[in-house]
């Protein structure tokens, strides 16, 4: 949900640590504290209070499911949670971390001790208990004992889960070819082996993350989040994450990678990439290891996919070594140099669909990306304006621009995207922490795009995404369809790197890492802020996440809701009645079988996550039976019975000829496409402004 933001200076202090020379940690504390508290748009005291709320927060990080720590380490430990302000300020030595790591190594062992002793005997599935699985409305357990009993509950659940699923796969294959059945007893073991070597695999990726270097990036983490949700801190491996994920671009081998059973498999290859111009790389190797050049290589057993990437992934000509088990069982090392991947499938794309009242034009947005480092990269203003003009050629009626499930980027594509669909004027205003104001605008007299216009937002379409739906309505330039209101968040960040602002390049400690801070809050052009409240839809369409808490009035740190006066601006001049489209839209809801059926069951699906877990076998399987139930009727009514009819423009048809891979995706893309329902009604509603052009506004 990333926004750039203008250009700042910074001065920092010269500052005076607690060790000479100060460790990397100290260095990389004292500069983020600085920065929070000079900088930060809506900084907390570096006090007591939020060392304690830091304190609490950092402890339920490493251990979210609060069955590793016990009370008495918590009580242990307590003697720092008035001092982490200390340490952020640079006037104590770095002394948590390393305390917390050492006690959760040891507990760690312990745990998973426990959970073999528990799951070498059989369950009783016929007990009536339950067990709470909202790690948030439980504390750490008491004692050693009450830590048993929590850490059995939930073993008993995932092996409820298994037995249960292993009952219903027996009585499916009941008189088919080769069956054998099974009892009751050995199911129930085959379940507990089951869980065992889930545990097992989890604990080992716990023991590789249980590293001084790990748990303090966490920490640092916890502090910039104490501040606001979307101030963050990224290590140097992880700041390169973010910025191929924002450009869409990355230096790689050309390999998707997928966990089966703990191993890291080859699963596709990218037509012309590193690994599939070798020769020697195939789909469904194993990785065993990675080296970097002459380096040691490093064993991925227990990695986690995403880790695994981040270190075969690196910087452009650099060599990489993978240590391959093939599928004969024969090991090889095969080395590679990392070449670009364009990850293009991220960009946007369009196609056309054919309705009633004519040919809509489709665009797919899935993020505001920008390759900031290359002036030659993807930007999606660019890219979406090269869509607009192809479906222009291609005489379409209207187009729909798709936002569902984008969560931001960058804050000067957005502005840029506005000003396609409208003449000249103010786009979004920004305010930073001393209250001065500033007005972002479309300088371009010219408008691309002048025909009728929806877009389609939901619950994660944040940031960036609200910006443009706020401009969109705001303009009264088009409809926002979706669900009741956006994300809500209403806030711009910059990545800082720490080295280079504070003139600490020091070879001795390596890189510092970049803090992606909070500098300012966005507000529409009416003067209201999306911060909280996000942008309520013009028509809204029922879905399942509704009730759900994951928009940002759901975080406890998210900054509050305000407003400001608002900028000068002339709405559309070719405006919608939006109240005639929406009466339209919800007599066809409301006697819509699927939007009917998906408002009937949401709330009751939402509440299932919120309640006791049961461990009974019979109480079990009477509730799965409801939820498997109440899910097969969403599913049979989310989907079109007779899919529209969309066509693709064989200039997109011929950039994925030569890789079949791309090419079996694309079409999977747009066959999603064919029977989605909210497309379908928003094809419906764009067929009612075509009807409707030239009405006068009202709202």
Not at 64 to 82: A, G, P, R, W
Not at 487 to 506: A, E, F, H, S
Not at 565 to 576: G, N, V
Request: proline share 4%; net charge negative.
């Amino acid at each position: 949900m990333f926004v750039s933001a203008i250009g700042i200076a910074i001065a920092f202090k010269t500052f005076a640590f607690k060790s000479d020379p100060p460790t990397k940690y100290e260095r990389i504390l004292k500069n983020v504290g600085e920065m929070l508290s000079e900088i930060h748009y809506s900084p907390k005291d570096i006090d007591d209070v939020f060392s304690k709320e830091v304190f609490k927060k950092f402890l339920g990080d490493v251990d979210v499911e609060k069955k590793i720590f016990l009370q008495s380490d918590i009580q242990e430990l307590s003697k720092y949670q008035n001092q982490l302000d200390d340490e952020i300020l640079g006037l104590a030595p770095v002394q948590f971390v390393p305390a917390v790591v050492e006690i959760y190594t040891k507990r760690l062992q312990e745990t998973q001790n426990i959970t073999h002793e528990i799951l070498a005997q059989p369950f009783d599935f016929n007990k009536q208990e339950t067990v709470n699985l909202d790690y948030e409305k439980i504390e750490f357990p008491l004692n050693a004992s009450a830590q048993r009993e929590e850490i059995r509950k939930k073993l008993k659940y995932l092996t409820l889960e298994k037995y249960a699923d292993l009952i219903d796969q027996q009585v499916s294959s009941k008189g088919k070819p080769g069956f054998q059945a099974k009892t009751n007893e050995q199911l129930e073991k085959e379940a507990r082996e089951k869980t065992l070597k889930i545990s097992d695999r989890f604990y080992d990726h716990l023991r590789i993350k249980a590293t001084n270097d790990d748990f303090f990036n966490v920490f640092v983490e916890t502090i910039v989040q104490c501040m606001d949700p979307h101030t963050d801190y990224f290590p140097p491996v992880e700041k390169r994450s973010f910025d191929e994920d924002m450009s869409g671009r990355f230096y790689g081998i050309g390999a998707a990678l997928r966990d089966e059973e703990g191993a890291i498999k080859i699963v596709t290859l990218i037509t012309g990439s590193p690994a599939w111009k070798s020769g020697q790389v195939t789909v469904g190797d194993i990785i065993l290891k990675v080296g970097q050049g002459s380096q040691e290589p490093v064993d991925l057993t227990s990695y986690m996919v995403e880790d695994a990437v981040k270190i075969i992934r690196g910087t452009k000509g650099s060599e990489v070594k993978l240590t391959l088990k093939k599928a004969d069982g024969s090991v090889k090392v095969v080395t590679l140099v990392r070449d670009e991947i364009i990850q293009d499938e991220k960009f946007a794309k369009s196609v056309i669909i054919q309705s009633d009242k004519g040919k809509i034009g489709y665009i797919f947005l899935p993020e505001f990306y920008a390759d900031f480092d290359n002036p030659k990269g993807n930007r999606c203003s660019v890219d979406v304006a090269r869509e607009i003009i192809k479906l222009k050629e291609a005489k379409v009626d209207g187009i729909v621009l798709d936002l569902r499930n984008n969560g931001g980027g960058s804050l000067y594509d957005v502005v840029q995207m506005v000003g396609l669909f409208i003449d000249q004027g103010p786009v979004v205003q920004v305010r930073d922490r001393d209250g001065k104001p500033q007005v972002l605008n479309d300088r371009d007299k010219s408008v691309l795009y002048d025909g009728p216009l929806a877009v389609m937002v939901n619950e994660f379409s944040a940031s960036a995404s609200e910006i443009f739906a706020a401009a969109i309505q705001d303009y009264h330039r088009g409809v926002i369809i979706g669900s009741t209101t956006t994300y809500g968040k209403g806030t711009v960040q910059r990545n800082i790197p720490l080295d280079k602002n504070v003139g600490m390049n020091d070879p001795t400690v390596g890189q510092l890492g970049t803090v992606k801070l909070t500098l300012q809050k966005f507000y529409r052009i009416n003067g209201g802020s999306t911060q909280l409240r996000g942008v309520a839809s013009d028509i809204v369409l029922p879905d399942l996440y509704e009730h759900y808490k994951i928009r940002e009035k759901d975080q406890v740190d998210a900054l509050a809701w305000d407003e400001m006066p608002k900028a000068d601006y002339s709405t559309w001049k070719y405006a919608y009645d939006v109240n005639n489209i929406r009466s339209s839209s919800t007599l066809r809801t409301n006697t819509n079988s699927a939007f009917t059926t998906i408002s009937a069951n949401a709330a009751w699906l939402d509440k299932q996550n919120d309640k006791m877990f049961p461990l009974n076998l019979q109480v079990y399987q009477n509730e799965q039976k409801m939820i498997r139930a109440t899910v097969k009727q969403i599913d049979s009514v989310t989907k079109l019975k007779v899919p529209m009819n969309i066509y693709t423009m064989p200039v997109d048809l011929a950039k994925y000829e030569g890789d079949k891979d791309k090419s079996d995706r694309y079409k999977q893309w747009v066959d999603s496409r064919k029977t989605d329902i909210y497309l379908n009604e928003t094809i419906n509603v764009m067929d009612d402004m075509i009807s409707l052009k030239g009405v006068v506004y009202k709202n």
